[in-house]
């Protein structure tokens, strides 16, 4: 389509976006087969330190200021035999890791992420030894899809025969708000798992929030790893085990001819990973262990679900996106074509492009902003919400992508989950704007790479 072409995709109507390994499986030192030990290399690699003070400009893109360049990966320390304690307790971690139930949590600042892996290969002596509680764990957890009355499990996304740390099995997706924390410790206390040594793998920022919670209300110990060397290891990981997890849309703005196609994400590197939490982190990644944090900005799927509840007085993601895909963000938003009367053609600005969005809500928009404000359903705020925040993100990828030289952008994160509207969008954007320079990928498992992540790792582990 041409900078002059029409754009006419129900999906995504005006809101074009402006201006524009394979997981390891050898066996390691950690004795956990699949998993070298590379984490405690990334740890070091990557910048994943706090970003220091928000940009001038609030919700922006993190600025130039927070980049850290490629560190070089630190040699290994000259080997130290270690003491029989620190050996001692270094097996006491892996044996409380290693024994089940098994667990992978991202914690994040809108959603909870659990990952729960069901062996499948348990011999008769395991099975006469295993405790009554673990089975009932077992039993509750994969036997129902909801859980209290905010838990989720995404039967669809279920990964069958894989195999973690040696053992085979099945991997189970299970998500609630993070605000519902204190319901699931209630809920884990009240199915025994007070009563098992546990040390379950985290991530995310409420690995450090809530660590003492889960001590105290459940006895469980938190394993803690950084949530982006997880978020990466667990797409190598899903990616690696699932050969339809990566796709991008042929054609994303025909109704008719619109296709989502498989991708083989088998050679990744180098690519831009876009993940849309609460907010967004974007990361060049050139290898498994070898990545930075480019940039950041607020304005992610915690802005539009908070600016919807707003504007429509809607209450979930899921209400939103539903009044969303029935909106009209034309009139709400100011297009180039009601500033110039068509095409602003010397600079490649089509006519129906957002030239500034939610402008045809304000008094000195529009000579008959008031009848235009009251024509303005809750579905078109709701889109124009959507839009606003999407092409954004959109934008921030597209410049973070041809500054890195980088042409696969790998959109992850719940922003994405029953969100057709914004992944059409930002594949849109990133093949127009480029003029097909670009290419935007998705993956299937959407925000669930860092509970995998963390669930496979063992080194790398923060405390
Ligand atoms: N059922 C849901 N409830 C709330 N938000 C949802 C839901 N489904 C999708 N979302 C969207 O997903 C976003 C959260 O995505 P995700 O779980 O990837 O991030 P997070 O880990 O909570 O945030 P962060 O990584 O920034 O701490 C929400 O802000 C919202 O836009
Ligand atoms: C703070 C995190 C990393 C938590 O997951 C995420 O919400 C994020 O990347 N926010 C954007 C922060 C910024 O760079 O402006």
């Given at each position: 389509m041409g900078p002059h072409a029409t754009h006419r995709c129900k999906d995504c109507l005006s809101g074009r976006i402006m201006s524009g390994?394979?997981?390891?499986r050898s066996s390691s030192s950690s004795g956990f087969?699949?998993?070298?030990?590379?984490m405690a290399d990334m740890a070091q690699l990557h910048n994943g330190g706090p970003d220091g003070p928000q940009a001038p400009?609030?919700?922006?893109?993190?600025?130039?200021?927070r980049e850290v360049p490629f560190k070089r990966?630190?040699?290994?320390?000259?080997?130290e035999r270690p003491s029989s304690v620190s050996r001692n307790a270094a097996l006491d971690r892996e044996r409380q890791v290693m024994s089940m139930p098994w667990f992978g949590m991202d914690i994040g600042g809108t959603l909870a992420k659990l990952v729960y892996f069901e062996p499948k290969d348990i011999t008769p002596d395991e099975a006469n030894s295993e405790i009554e509680t673990l089975k009932n764990i077992r039993r509750y957890l994969t036997k129902?899809?909801?859980?209290?009355?905010t838990g989720h499990r995404d039967m669809h996304l279920q990964m069958d025969n894989v195999e973690v740390r040696g053992r085979k099995g099945t991997l189970h997706f299970i998500r609630f708000p993070t605000s519902e924390m204190g319901n699931f410790l209630e809920l884990a206390k009240s199915k025994g798992m007070a009563t098992l040594v546990t040390t379950v793998c985290a991530t995310g920022g409420g690995a450090f929030k809530f660590e003492d919670s889960f001590q105290r209300e459940v006895n469980m110990k938190l394993m803690k790893f950084d949530e982006l060397d997880s978020l990466i290891r667990g797409i190598l990981y899903i990616e690696t085990n699932n050969p339809t997890e990566c796709y991008y849309f042929a054609?994303?703005?025909?109704?008719?001819?619109c296709q989502k196609v498989p991708y083989?994400?088998?050679?990744?590197?180098?690519f831009l990973l876009v993940n849309i939490g609460s907010g967004v982190s974007v990361l060049a990644v050139h290898g498994p262990n070898k990545y930075k944090r480019i940039t950041g900005t607020s304005l992610g799927g915690g802005t539009f679900l908070g600016l919807c509840c707003l504007l429509t007085?809607?209450?979930t993601f899921e209400e939103a996106i539903e009044l969303a895909t029935g909106g009209d963000n034309t009139k709400v938003d100011k297009l180039v074509r009601d500033i110039?009367?068509?095409?602003?053609g010397k600079m490649g600005?089509?006519?129906?492009?957002?030239?500034?969005?939610?402008?045809?809500?304000?008094?000195?928009?529009?000579?008959?902003t008031k009848e235009r404000r009251a024509n303005v359903s809750r579905e078109d705020l709701a889109r124009a919400t959507l839009v606003t925040i999407t092409n954004n993100i959109g934008s921030i990828a597209r410049m973070c992508a041809s500054n890195e030289k980088i042409h696969n952008v790998v959109f992850v994160g719940n922003?994405?989950?029953?969100n057709p509207i914004s992944l059409k969008l930002l594949a849109h954007a990133m093949e127009y704007w480029s003029n097909g320079t670009l290419k935007a990928l998705f993956l299937e498992h959407e925000g669930y790479f860092g509970a995998v992540g963390c669930l496979l790792g063992f080194n790398g582990f923060l405390s």
């Open positions: 390994g394979q997981a390891g087969p699949g998993f070298g030990d590379d400009g609030g919700g922006g893109p993190s600025g130039p200021g990966a630190k040699r290994c320390k000259p080997y129902n899809s909801a859980y209290g009355k054609d994303p703005t025909s109704d008719d001819h083989d994400l088998s050679n990744p590197y180098p007085g809607c209450n110039y009367g068509g095409d602003y600005l089509p006519g129906d492009l957002v030239a500034s969005s939610f402008m045809g809500m304000c008094s000195f928009g529009q000579m008959n922003f994405l989950r029953v």
